[in-house]
């Protein structure tokens, strides 16, 4: 497989933020921009693969801006780094109050994808930066994945300590 620049992945949505999106403080609710988040993950990391992909992770989402309603809310997504059947996506959240102009970053984060087919997991090809940033975001993947693999070994120890029923519910 030919590697690819991470810019040949990179994917942007924007929407409207309109009251069904909204809480009762009118502003966008997490999990809702969490799902768009997700929905340009998993985009990009299509257009990198060109195979079908799932989501195996998504580091932490500190929303740093409210998104409030009459806002849009610009995502922008790109393949950052490469491990055999994984994808590292990095998404930035821009919100922008489309009457002032005012822009903000209200969130970013860090997706790992696998892309399968109906036997499972498969290769995907390498990636590539360009750019500073871009080789930014490469140079630290390594070491956020190390992390993800730690996160994920305590998570499986979590639900294996705490099994399929509530703890006071055990016998």
């Known amino acids: 497989m030919e590697a690819k620049p991470c810019s040949n992945s990179l994917t942007v949505k924007t929407s409207h933020v309109l009251p069904p999106d909204t809480n009762a403080h009118g502003t966008l609710f997490g999990g809702a921009l969490m799902a768009h988040i997700d929905d340009v993950g998993a985009i990009a990391s299509v257009r990198h693969a060109r195979k079908p992909v799932v989501t195996a992770s998504i580091d932490s989402v500190d929303f740093l801006e409210p998104v409030k309603e009459g806002d849009s809310i610009c995502l922008e997504a790109f393949v950052t780094w490469t491990h055999n059947t994984s994808m590292e996506v990095f998404v930035k959240a821009v919100t922008e109050n489309l009457l002032t102009g005012d822009r903000k970053v ?13 036997n ?12 500073d940033d871009e080789r930014m975001l490469h ?10 693999k730690a996160r994920r070994k305590q998570s499986k120890e979590l639900a294996e300590q705490f099994g399929t029923s509530y703890p006071w519910h055990r016998g």
């Open 106 to 118: 209200c969130t970013t984060a860090f997706l790992t994808m696998v892309a399968v087919d109906e």
């Open 139 to 148: 140079e630290g993947a390594p070491e956020r994945a190390k992390q993800r």
């Open 120 to 131: 499972g997991p498969i290769p995907v090809p390498e990636v590539y930066p360009e750019t």
